[in-house]
């Protein structure tokens, strides 16, 4: 008797987006793998940044003592180009807004953009002060310099858009190093606020010891390697190979100045492209669930995306 020919494998049942993308380390739970064998689009960050991994193996050290929160602060300001008496340095770019929103209260949000704000705000309100991603996020587009109805800009992204860390508007303005040194889990973001007295208020309200030993360390080091312009340069050429490539498998991406571009009418591309160990930002948290936000990557990411999309059927 002829045996029966075996069953396919049932696909990987891939788990559900993140509201903030980063979903790497759970697919590759999913599909049995370890984690960085899978390549991690969904999260934005600088494909081109240091190895901060290896700089920060030389302030282990640093875990046994207590952070100088104010020499780290002052580091980042004369970087960024502002009086360091206005500029709070938070865990992240998420506690920067978190702390700015409880600062002022009430504030509005023209959608879509980043859903932090919305979050962390107590009160919205149409009149109240405005809050903006530049680039804006999902779509990628810097603001004109006519854009001046802004209170609050997050600017985390800028320096991988606009070759610089801030555009020096009024009002206050938000910064990630996380996002430009590619090291979420070290938490460093910033606030620049208007005045010295919304400076001090933002301190008092920040936690004792917010950004850790470690972060504070390998500061130094990351200043050192601070390079915007380089960085909106090489991301620039980056951008558009990765334009060609989505291009040349039917996929019209959003013009973008961005890391990133969003995708258009892409409903099942994440799950398609994460059972290839390919993870892309789902962009239901910005109120577009057909549309797909993919990060810039490298040239061998680049290789690796083509290649996955190469084993899809055309859209």
Not at 119 to 133: G, K
Not at 189 to 205: H, K, M, S
Not at 230 to 252: S, Y
Request: hydrophobic content about 50%.
């Amino acid at each position: 008797m002829t045996a029966p020919p075996p069953r396919p494998s049932p696909l990987p049942e891939i788990p559900g987006a993140g509201a903030h993308g980063g979903d790497g380390a759970r697919v590759a739970a999913a599909l049995g793998v370890a984690a960085g064998e899978v390549l991690d689009l969904s999260a934005s960050l600088n494909p081109f940044a240091p190895d901060v991994a290896a700089l920060a193996a030389r302030h282990l050290g640093a875990l046994r003592r207590y952070p100088d929160v104010e020499v780290a602060e002052r580091l980042v300001a004369e970087m960024v180009g502002v009086p360091a008496e206005r500029l709070v340095l938070t865990a992240g770019g998420a506690q920067a807004i978190a702390l700015v929103a409880a600062h002022l209260g009430t504030g509005w949000v023209v959608e879509p953009d980043f859903s932090l704000y919305r979050r962390h705000l107590v009160h919205l309100d149409p009149d109240a002060p405005t809050w903006r991603s530049d680039p804006h996020n999902p779509s990628g587009a810097l603001a004109a310099d006519t854009d001046a109805d802004v209170t609050v800009w997050d600017e985390a992204f800028l320096p991988l858009s606009a070759g610089v860390w801030t555009r020096r508007r009024p009002g206050w303005a938000l910064g990630s190093l996380t996002k430009a040194f590619a090291c979420p889990g070290l938490r460093l973001g910033y606030a620049v606020a208007p005045t010295e007295a919304d400076a001090a208020a933002l301190r008092a309200q920040r936690p004792a010891w917010a950004v850790g030993g470690l972060a504070c360390a390998v500061l130094p080091e990351l200043v050192a390697a601070s390079d915007p312009p380089g960085w909106t340069a090489r991301i620039a050429i980056a951008r558009k190979a990765t334009v060609a490539v989505l291009e040349a498998h039917g996929r019209r991406p959003l013009r973008s100045d961005a890391p990133w571009l969003l995708v258009p009418h892409a409903t099942g591309l994440r799950e398609a492209l994460a059972r290839q160990a390919v993870v892309v930002r789902d962009c239901t948290s910005f109120g577009l669930p057909d549309h797909v936000r993919i990060a810039v990557p490298d040239e061998s990411g680049l290789a690796r995306l083509a290649a996955a999309l190469d084993r899809l059927p055309p859209p």
